[in-house]
């Protein structure tokens, strides 16, 4: 199995990148791969009409490191474990690395398709955020 650290760098403050990459709610705005909307459902983050059917997303607790590692529970139980990072670049700026792991029995093509998904989605994440 294969994995890819996809990258891109951000002209924002690393906390004001961690804070709107971090919330949930903004996830239809630029992870494509979650669908067009989520909601809090008994505490717990609901993607209803993402591409893989209904989804539950959990991020890593806030913290001070700009972990933003996320778990996606897919409609047939299983979990997908999801590292994101945003690595401060000086005081305004930031780099924001998403980790693609291709899973037990993904086709290479289907893990490709995944992380030129995963690169699209960075790229409308820093397009929304140098935008202000």
């Known amino acids: 199995m294969e994995s890819l650290h996809l990258s ?3 002209e924002r403050p690393a906390d004001e990148v961690y804070a709107y990459a971090g919330d949930p709610a903004q996830l239809p705005a630029w992870a494509a791969g979650l ?3 989520i909601e809090l459902v008994d505490g717990r983050w609901i993607a209803a009409s993402s591409p893989m059917g ?3 997303v959990t991020f890593a607790p806030r913290n001070p490191y700009g972990v933003l590692d996320h778990e996606v529970r897919l409609p047939g139980g299983e979990t997908v474990y999801n590292p ?3 690595i ?3 005081p305004d700026a930031c780099e924001v ?3 693609v792991r291709q899973r037990a029995g993904e086709s290479e093509a289907d893990f490709r398709r995944d992380a030129a998904a995963v690169e699209k ?3 409308t994440l820093k ?3 140098e935008r202000g």
């Open 97 to 99: 690395v998403f980790t």
């Open 35 to 37: 669908g067009g909307s």
């Open 84 to 86: 994101l990072r945003v």
């Open 8 to 10: 891109t760098r951000i």
């Open 121 to 123: 989605d960075l790229a």
């Open 127 to 129: 397009r929304l955020l």
């Open 54 to 56: 209904r989804v539950e």
């Open 88 to 90: 401060p670049d000086g």
